[in-house]
């Protein structure tokens, strides 16, 4: 191949020195608007930008027209190629001559390729006078012009088939472009529409047209056709070429359309899918003969008679002036050959000249290396190609007229001249296997060949230079060293074993840096398999491995035992696909690393690990005992202290229902509020208990928020009296009735709050407010606040208030009393409820404590039962109810093991007007009950012998048994863990008071199972 090269040189020099450089050559694309002017301009310009990259030495321009100034322009040849409806397309053939079609438009929606178009025929949605095809008639219908075939002919060939002419609806011209058609439609100056399909869609998608307001007449329903149409379909627009324009340049601009749907990016700002080959237009035609549209109008007939006696003497001096033109012609017409043979001569080199110049451009603007020629006498550039541009980052212009030192450091600029200039002395190729330039890109190493172009007198008149960037090869090569040498080390640095095997198992390579970690010596291993080498289980494991990184291309974890010299050891196996030079063998990189002490220390930590869970398990019975004795002691506790306690708060309860001096009712209202505080001081530590063990459940009922603040205030309206202060409530009237939530839960945070409000405050009032902050979807946010004139609270002190034990200062709890559990039990209990608590303080004027809570507002049917259950609770609290509406002739049995708690209770029945009977044990009162009719019976649920829970689950079987009536068996226990209730229920009892109990409480329940006939006159909400 050598020896060919100087031919294959010279030729390409004798192409090059005749190309000319020429001026780019402009070419005008007209397009029809069917859209406005500047939409459809600013769509197809990426098209002109794609063909001036893709077609060297012609400057593409993109021009939208108007029907009417396309086909002007398509007259006058200001054009060289037109893109324009099937219609048109026509009509322009017929009138200018328009070549075949080069390409079918292909558009897309949707991500979906449509290589064909339809009509749409559209109203307004509201309209209920049109349906069908059939109330056209008598409409007007909008339309751009007669000579749109998408946006007329197609509709009206619909119509014709129906028996619809022209002359049955009324023609609205709106013009240019087809959303003009859309306006006159939507906005009532037509009643029909004609488009081409897809508009409406484009409409929608810039935000210009609501789809909904539309409705599509006829609607045709065609498969794997997306867009709304009401008519058949037909090919899409056609892009033809004008008579004058080259037919090479015909040929490429069709190749670069078809090539087209490849430049995704390109097509995807056209919003196009690409170009197709011709599609066949005679359906188009047929429409267009059919309604007789132009070209296929109508032309007047008339006789070749008529035309001779109309212009009889204008015909005759015409025949004349055609004989003497033909005398003449006759005498040219042998001048005329022998031009045309010279002429035909002249063309013909010219063409092969243009083909060769279009061939030598082609060569040098596509081919990969760099091209540049040089003027001999001062080494100026006067040629590079795009190759050369991008190698060595500078623009044509930026070389044109420029040498050496323009373009590159002094020194270097130097040495490369004086060599060229020894070149520009010498005859045939030179060649430069490596030369290094600092370009605009930075330092780069070329393969360069220079050559003398001399004229026929031998003078050197151009240095032509061919170079190949070789950088990154250069540079692959001295990593690709770098990397040998750095794999090298690495393979005898790292401590593990390597192993290049086939995929039967073959050894091929080993690398260790301890061969005595070999089954066997290196050289015994190459060649041999691995079922040769290795134990049968160890070679098993390795095959698998094998196989599971061919499935995955990786795999790990492998575990094999050999029997070495040193005794059994363990080595755990990597394996990884390698290619092979051939692409077809498959081979398998082994990494082998000696676990053998790792599976020591596993064995150890394994046996630790045994130990270790044992320890576990028996340090969580520990801690499940210690639970359960934690809650039994809890339960103990809270009956230990409230026995006592609830004998105390009733027998003052009772005392002070006589007759009192006022030093004596002064006395006892001092005994009684430090009982109840120590039995807050009781329930608060068993509430946080409760929460920390997880144990607090939520208990969402029915309830009125006016009832709760209410209740709130009564509770502490005498110990605010006493104290000098006034406490009040406020409602927003927005609030409403009931809603459903713990009203225990939020009552106990409101008392809190209450409670301590009073406490700090030495004089001025206590307000207590329920505010609506927001409603929705049957919720309510409302937000309760108590606030206070006292002491105030420090800012540094609020950021830990609610934390666990923590009052505001040291002298609080002396000067106050408290444990300090209230407010950290309220954020809990707020959390549980998905609330919120805030407060508000400045020192010396006071605090505002808020519980915000999301409330869902209860039905109606539970607001009427509420209120009613109101209305009762109201009545049954009245002191007329505990004079008039006593419970006389009822018969009731008491159980309890404690001596006080028995003389509580039957004193507090007495006060109620009952008959009482007690009993020490479950066995005495069992025995009672059996001898005696009781309509009730409250017992203990905690005594030695026969418990609460035994007692009615004897009852119960007794009753069931023998058929006896059933009694009502109410639980007084001290026990307020959460599950006591459950036992309760569990055992048969019907419902459950806890110790200690006011008259009040002992009066309600009582008259909820009993049922006493009510008295004569009830007290009303007035009296």
């Not at 064909?116 to 509201?126: E, H, N, T």
Request: hydrophobic share 40%; proline share 4%; glycine share 6%.
């Amino acid at each position: 191949m050598t020896r060919y090269r100087p031919c294959w040189l010279f030729a390409f020099l004798l192409l090059l020195t005749s190309h000319p450089l020429l001026a780019q050559e402009e070419v005008k694309i007209g397009i029809l608007a069917y859209r406005a002017t500047p939409t459809v301009q600013a769509q197809w310009l990426p098209l002109a930008n794609s063909l001036n990259r893709a077609i060297p030495g012609y400057h593409f321009v993109i021009e939208a027209y108007e029907l009417q100034q396309l086909q002007a322009a398509t007259r006058s040849h200001q054009i060289d190629f037109v893109l324009t409806n099937p219609g048109n397309y026509l009509l322009m053939s017929r009138l200018i001559g328009l070549s075949a079609p080069l390409v079918t438009l292909s558009n897309q929606e949707q991500g979906q390729k449509i290589n064909a178009m339809g009509g749409v025929i559209f109203s307004r949605a509201d309209r209920d006078d049109i349906h069908s095809l059939q109330d056209v008639r008598g409409k007007t219908v909008a339309a751009t012009s007669i000579d749109s075939f998408g946006g007329y002919a197609m509709q009206v060939y619909e119509l014709a088939a129906l028996g619809i002419s022209r002359e049955d609806f009324k023609f609205l011209e709106s013009n240019m472009p087809h959303d003009s058609v859309v306006e006159a439609v939507l906005t009532g100056r037509a009643d029909i529409g004609f488009v081409r399909s897809g508009l409406l869609e484009s409409l929608a998608r810039e935000g210009k047209l609501d789809l909904t307001k539309i409705a599509i007449i006829n609607q045709q329903d065609l498969p794997g056709f997306p867009l709304r149409v009401s008519t058949r379909l037909y090919p899409e627009w056609p892009l033809a070429a004008l008579p004058q324009t080259d037919k090479n340049l015909k040929r490429y601009v069709a190749a670069q359309l078809l090539s087209l749907h490849e430049n995704k990016k390109l097509t995807q700002a056209l919003n196009i899918h690409g170009f197709d080959v011709p599609a066949d237009y005679s359906s188009v035609e047929s429409v267009l003969r059919e309604l007789r549209l132009p070209p296929f109008d109508v032309v007047p007939m008339f006789s070749v008679w008529d035309v001779l006696q109309q212009y009889r003497w204008q015909l005759a001096t015409a025949l004349t002036v055609i004989l003497l033109i033909l005398l003449l012609g006759i005498n040219l017409l042998h001048t005329n050959r022998r031009l045309k043979a010279e002429r035909t001569l002249v063309l013909k080199q010219a063409h092969l000249l243009k083909e060769k110049n279009t061939l030598l451009d082609s060569i040098i603007n596509n081919i990969p290396v760099a091209i540049f020629l040089k003027h001999a006498d001062n080494l100026r550039y006067k040629l590079i190609n795009p190759s050369g541009e991008r190698m060595l980052g500078n623009t044509r212009n930026e070389f044109l007229g420029h040498d050496n030192f323009d373009l590159m450091p002094q020194q270097e600029a130097e040495i490369i001249t004086r060599h060229e200039r020894e070149i520009l002395q010498q005859n045939g190729i030179v060649e430069i296997a490596e030369e290094r330039i600092k370009t605009a890109l930075g330092t780069r190493i070329f393969h360069t060949k220079k050559l003398a172009l001399r004229n026929p007198q031998g003078e050197a008149q151009y240095l032509l230079g061919i170079a190949e960037d070789i950088s990154e090869r250069k540079a692959s090569e001295h990593k690709l060293y770098e990397l040998n040498a750095e794999m090298s080390a690495t393979l005898q640095a790292i401590p593990d074993m390597l192993f290049d095997i086939s995929e039967e198992g073959k050894y091929l390579n080993v690398w260790t840096r301890n061969p005595e970690l070999l089954i066997a010596q290196k050289e015994l291993l190459l060649g041999h398999y691995v079922g040769e080498m290795l134990p049968a289980e160890a070679a098993h494991t390795v095959m698998c491995a094998i196989r599971d990184a061919d499935e995955k291309g990786y795999s790990r974890g492998w575990i094999i035992q050999l029997p070495l010299s040193q005794g059994d050891s363990w080595f755990e196996l990597s394996v990884a696909p390698r290619a092979s030079q051939d692409g077809a063998t498959k081979r398998y990189i082994v990494l082998s690393r000696d676990i053998t002490d790792r599976k020591k220390s596993e064995d150890e930590i394994r046996t630790l690990n045994t130990q270790l869970e044992q320890r576990v398990t028996e340090r969580t019975a520990q801690l499940l005992h210690a639970n359960k004795a934690k809650d039994s002691f809890l339960a103990t506790m809270s009956h230990e202290i409230r026995t006592p306690l609830g004998g105390l708060l009733g027998m003052m309860e009772i005392l002070g229902l006589s007759k009192l001096n006022d030093e004596q009712s002064e006395m006892l209202s001092i005994a009684q509020s430090s009982g109840k505080s120590l039995l807050r001081i009781v329930d608060d530590i068993l509430d946080w208990s409760k929460i920390e063990a997880g144990k607090l459940v939520l208990s969402p009922q029915a309830a009125s928020i006016p009832q709760l603040l209410k209740d709130v205030v009564s509770t502490y309206t005498q110990l605010a009296n006493a104290q000098g202060i006034q406490i009040h409530q406020f409602i927003d009237d927005q609030l409403c009735a009931t809603h459903h939530f713990d009203v225990l839960r939020v009552s106990q945070i409101l008392n809190n709050f209450t409670s301590n409000a009073i406490k700090f405050t030495q004089q001025g009032s206590v307000e207590i407010r329920a505010l609506v902050m927001e409603k929705h979807e049957g919720h309510e946010i409302v937000k309760f606040s108590v606030k206070d004139s006292g002491i105030g609270i420090s800012h540094e002190h609020l950021s830990r208030l609610f934390q666990l034990y923590e009052q505001a200062n040291a002298n609080t709890a002396r000067m106050y009393g408290g444990t300090g559990l209230g407010l950290s039990i309220c954020r809990k209990l707020a959390d549980m409820m998905e609330g919120d608590i805030s407060v508000e303080s400045t020192p010396g004027h006071g605090s505002t404590f808020s519980l915000t809570l999301d409330l869902m507002v209860a039905s109606t049917e539970k607001q009427n039962d509420l209120q009613i259950q109101h209305v009762a609770s109201d009545e049954l609290n009245h002191p007329l109810f505990l004079n008039e509406w006593k419970l006389y002739g009822k018969h009731v049995l008491v159980v309890d093991d404690h001596p006080v708690n028995r003389a509580l209770l039957k004193k507090q029945m007495k006060q109620l007007g009952l008959q009482v009977e007690v009993a020490a044990s479950g066995i005495a009162a069992l025995s009672l009950w059996w001898a005696s009719q009781f309509d009730a019976i409250i017992t203990d649920c905690h005594m030695p012998e026969m418990d609460g829970y035994e007692l009615t689950r004897s009852i119960r079987e007794m009753e069931k048994h023998d058929g006896r009536q059933h009694v009502p068996i109410i639980a007084w226990t001290a026990n307020v863990l959460a599950d006591e209730e459950q036992r309760c229920h569990e055992a048969g009892m019907d419902d459950l008071l806890t110790k200690p109990t006011d008259l009040a409480e002992l009066n309600r329940m009582l008259h909820k199972w009993l049922k006493p006939p009510l008295p004569t006159h009830l007290p009303t909400a007035r009296q």
